[in-house]
Each structure stands twice: as C-alpha cells, then as structure tokens.
C-alpha cells in the first residue's frame, strides 16, 4: 500500500494513482480540472474547531505546537466519524496500487495530510490479517 501527500497546487501527474482531497474545504483558486480529483474525504480532515485553532496558533507552527496538533488530530481519528471516515480511506488505498492524499495546506513539513497518512499506516498494520505483509 503506498500512500502519497501532494499540494493541491502543484500539478496533477499519471504517477498520483487515484488522487483524494483530504481537506474539509476546497482549495482556493484550484478548479476541479486541474485538481484532477478521484474522491473527496471531507471527513478525514481535522474538525473545523482544531483546523481554526492549528491555523490561527499566535505560536506558529513550531515543532512542539505540530505535536500537540496531531495529538488532537489522531485522537479525532480514533473514534466515530473520524474512525469511520479512516477506515474508508483505508478501504480505498488497499483497493489500489497507490493513493495521493492532496491537500491545501502550504507547510509540506507540518500538515494534516501527514498526521493522516501516519494513522492510514498505523491503522492497516493494526488490522492487517497477515502480520507478514504478504497479500
């Protein structure tokens, strides 16, 4: 299972596989064309409370702040909607070759779309039926 992250703004490509927003809200300026967009897992994106909080932190985006986000973030993903919600994107990304997750944010280094992939991971070794890997 290989999981991608890729900007909304930058070009879509053949080598993308199958292409999922990961945002709650549509990227500015980026038409549905050129997203080129196989699904949209509005979902899957933080909550609209921790999202505001993580972009209008006065501290910026700090590596101990990012921590504390994706705390919150992977917490929102373990339970109800967010649960469900990841475990359909895990659905999706076993069902093919590979997967990019596209996303808004403009930090490549601190972003959702990592703490998303992170728990895609996380979450098919937890319920893989073969330890091994083999498929």
Request: no cysteine; charged share 30%; net charge negative.
């Amino acid at each position: 299972m290989e999981i991608l992250l890729k900007r909304a703004y930058e070009p879509a490509s053949p080598s993308d596989g199958t292409r999922v927003l990961v945002d709650r809200l549509w990227p500015r300026g980026v038409s549905r064309e050129r997203a080129a967009l196989d699904d949209w897992a509005k979902e899957a994106a933080p909550s609209a409370e921790l999202r505001t909080e993580w972009h209008h932190d006065p501290e910026g985006h700090s590596p101990e702040h990012f921590a504390a986000f994706a705390a919150r973030y992977r917490a929102e993903l373990s339970e109800g909607a967010g649960l469900a919600a990841l475990d359909r994107l895990l659905a999706l990304a076993r069902s093919v070759p590979r997967i990019t997750l596209v996303y808004g944010a403009k930090d490549p280094v601190r972003n959702h779309a990592m703490v998303l992939r992170d728990a895609l991971r996380d979450r098919a070794e937890a319920t893989d039926p073969d330890p091994s890997g083999a498929r």
